[in-house]
Nanobody, 129 residues
Framework: QVQLVESGGGLVQAGDSLRLSCAAS?????????????VGWFRQAPGKELEFVGA????????NYADSVKGRFTISRDNDKATVYLQMNSLKPEDTAVYSC?????????????????WGQGTQVTVSS
């Protein structure tokens, strides 16, 4: 069983940057296990549906982003640390949401949340204007 924990959220002003982390744990071979997982980032604002932000495949060679964040957000991963990062630059008030990471053994950077088996609890990002 894999557990995911997000961190790095907070309150920032428009134009600022934040870096979120998604750390995996669970078992003595978690680094090896995690390296076989695609990891996605999703967000949900109050009263809105869950929205795909981006995803990165197992070896980190390919990432897929929502149009709304493309060019501003970057996903990277450190499989030795079993951690995926979401670097968010030029933040806008409309980026305000709870950000969650999700993982599963997938070959592609899937946008649909239903394909991910493991989810973190989320971290709040609030961007003031």
């Amino acid at each position: 069983q894999v557990q995911l924990v997000e961190s790095g959220g907070g309150l920032v002003q428009a134009g600022d940057s934040l870096r979120l982390s998604c750390a995996a744990s669970g078992g003595s071979c978690i680094s090896y296990t995690f390296s076989s997982y695609t990891v996605g980032w999703f967000r949900q604002a109050p009263g809105k549906e869950l929205e795909f932000v981006g995803a990165i495949i197992r070896n980190g060679d390919n990432a897929n982003y929502a149009d709304s964040v493309k060019g501003r957000f970057t996903i990277s991963r450190d499989n030795d640390k079993a951690t995926v990062y979401l670097q968010m630059n030029s933040l806008k008030p409309e980026d305000t949401a709870v950000y969650s990471c999700a993982a599963n053994s997938l070959y592609y950077a899937i946008r649909a949340g239903g394909y991910y088996s493991y989810w973190g609890q989320g971290t709040q990002v609030t961007v003031s204007s």
